[in-house]
């Protein structure tokens, strides 16, 4: 059955480009716990909150800040592209406030979702990760669409400053941050989220918006 993906637009005037949000249907939702990969996803179960954070989060701002926001991301959704630079300005935007990437790879509609994410768990290994998280988003219309997106995922690894480029090849071949992927993607479907990107802040979910809609939505939770 084709799928039909349901786009909402809304148009940021402050940031002068179309905001995307990727919805997906319940179907397509319960389609993605039941494909079949190299997923266990049988720790889904209904949840209100993210997960709390741990040691292999990846986080922009000061550690020690007292409020928390979680974006739920594809590297492949267009959508998530768009606003990557946005979200990069939420430490500095946000006062008190550290700002959490996660992984919602939506692999019944984006190919290389996956792949892509264990390329920026690799880079990570190395201690490039936002710079490789950076690169995937710039550049994802040219590997979207490759068959395999590996070599091109080498050429920006390079750009990003990784060393070791034979042990990057190797973490993505063997599937090496697999679990870390899946840790997200367990708590992206037990959230029922509608799409990517999807905002939590201090543990509640934020409509879409600019940077300064988030800010505004964030205000009723804002921990000072």
Known sequence: MKKIITISVVVLLALGFGFFLFKISPQEQQQTQNATSDFDLSAVKAATEPRALSVDDHIQGKPDAKNVLIAYEDFQCPSCAATADMLKQIPTEFTDTKFVFRYFPLYQ????????????????????????????????????????PTDYFVQLAQQAGVSNIDQFKSDIANKKFKDRVQKDLVDSLSLNIPGTPTFFFNGHQLKNDDLAGLKKQAEQYYIK
């Open 109 to 148: 509609i984006h190919k290389n979702a996956v792949v892509s994410a264990y390329a920026a768990e690799a880079a990570g290994a190395q201690n490039k990760y936002w710079e490789m998280h950076d690169l995937l988003f710039k550049n994802q219309n040219s590997w979207a669409e490759l068959a395999d």
